[in-house]
């Protein structure tokens, strides 16, 4: 009788905990960058800490590679393949307002710029809907990108029609401006298209001298007092998946994403900068500030993108004007 009790007390307890293992929801993460790129051993582990915590463990997350390459990280979230991931909105021609925090000269951290990103999003950017089919959960932008070359750079006259791998968005608009042949692939390529002679060089921000080990094929770095230009980059979720949880747990999702997980972006991305320049140096990189006359020079040459960019804004209904000079007036003032 008493074997038959403790049986049954048993049976009881498991299923009073049951209902709370089977609610559990694992948020699968898509992310296409190396395993040890910040992004995925600080970024991703983080926020998914703080939505294990928020939720008290109802859902957690897990990061999958290779599901797709870093071009199809929208559609593999929309279709409800992955739950999450980050994609670059540079690989698609269809982004115009998330430009705004590529602009050349911000002159600022990632961090400040991901947080002003968020706040001027939220405020005039959003209008444009740009992210529609996927819930937007963060923004960031990388830090300020620079030159970098197998050859030394005199002036910039030196680009015209070298072979340079451009990211897409005003990192490309920047490569044509300035007489390049672009060469366009997606980050986890780069490394390979500089080693074999595909490219001649890059624009990239100083991280990617260590975390794509870009320190082995470009020997040059010339930094553009301001910024080359800034990258833009989105957080985004299944609609359903956040659909599918507790009202509880959907507010809980969204109380740790938003600008905390774009400021933290901004801050890895930072980090990775510090520990990019680190490597450079050791490696022996040849590292040169462009001169006052040379930064002059390239804001002239840039300045009719920023004004197209603003008639674009304009035409999808955003106040560019104001949206461009609050995103600065935040991210210079943070």
């Known amino acids: 009788m008493i074997k038959q009790l403790k049986l049954l007390g048993l049976a ?11 609610a559990q929801e694992v948020l699968n993460i898509s992310s296409w960058a190396p395993p040890t790129h910040h992004m995925n051993a600080v970024v991703w582990p983080t926020w998914g800490k703080w939505v294990e915590e928020a939720t008290e463990g109802r859902v957690t997350a897990k990061i999958e590679y290779k599901l797709a390459s870093p071009l199809k990280q929208f559609e ?31 002159g600022t951290s990632a961090e400040a710029a991901s947080v002003a990103y968020w706040r001027v999003h ?21 830090g300020p990108a620079v030159i970098q070359t197998k050859s030394a750079l005199k002036g910039l006259g030196d680009l015209s ?33 500089l080693s074999s002679g595909v490219a001649d060089g890059i624009f990239m921000p100083m991280e990617t001298q260590k975390s794509f080990r870009l320190k082995e ?24 998946f956040l659909a599918g949880l507790s009202e509880k747990d959907r507010a809980a999702v969204m109380s740790v994403s938003g600008e905390k997980l774009s400021k933290l972006s901004g801050q890895q991305w930072d980090a990775a900068d510090t520990a990019g320049l680190a490597a450079a140096k050791e490696a022996g990189t040849t590292i040169t500030t462009a001169s006052a006359e040379i930064h002059k020079k390239y804001l002239a040459i840039m300045a009719p993108v920023e004004t197209e960019w603003l008639e ?23």
């Open 76 to 106: 593999l979230v929309r279709d409800g393949v992955a739950d999450a991931a980050w994609i670059f909105h540079g690989y698609n021609t269809r982004y115009v307002a998330t430009q705004a925090v590529e602009m050349p000269n911000l």
């Open 217 to 240: 094929v470009v020997p040059f770095v010339t930094i553009m007092p301001g910024g080359l230009y800034y990258g833009s980059f989105a957080f985004i979720m299944n609609s359903d």
């Open 12 to 22: 009881c307890g498991l299923f009073l905990v049951a209902p709370t293992l089977f």
């Open 312 to 334: 674009r804004a304009n035409k999808a209904g955003i106040d560019g004007k104001a949206a461009l000079e609050e995103l600065r007036a935040i991210a210079r003032s943070y």
């Open 122 to 142: 939220q405020k005039y950017l959003a209008k444009a809907d740009e992210h529609r089919g996927v819930t937007l959960i963060g923004l960031t932008s990388h």
């Open 161 to 193: 029609g070298q072979k340079i791998r451009v990211p897409g968005g005003v990192g490309s608009l920047v490569g044509k401006a300035l007489g390049v042949t672009a060469v366009k692939l997606p980050a986890p390529k780069v490394y390979e298209a």
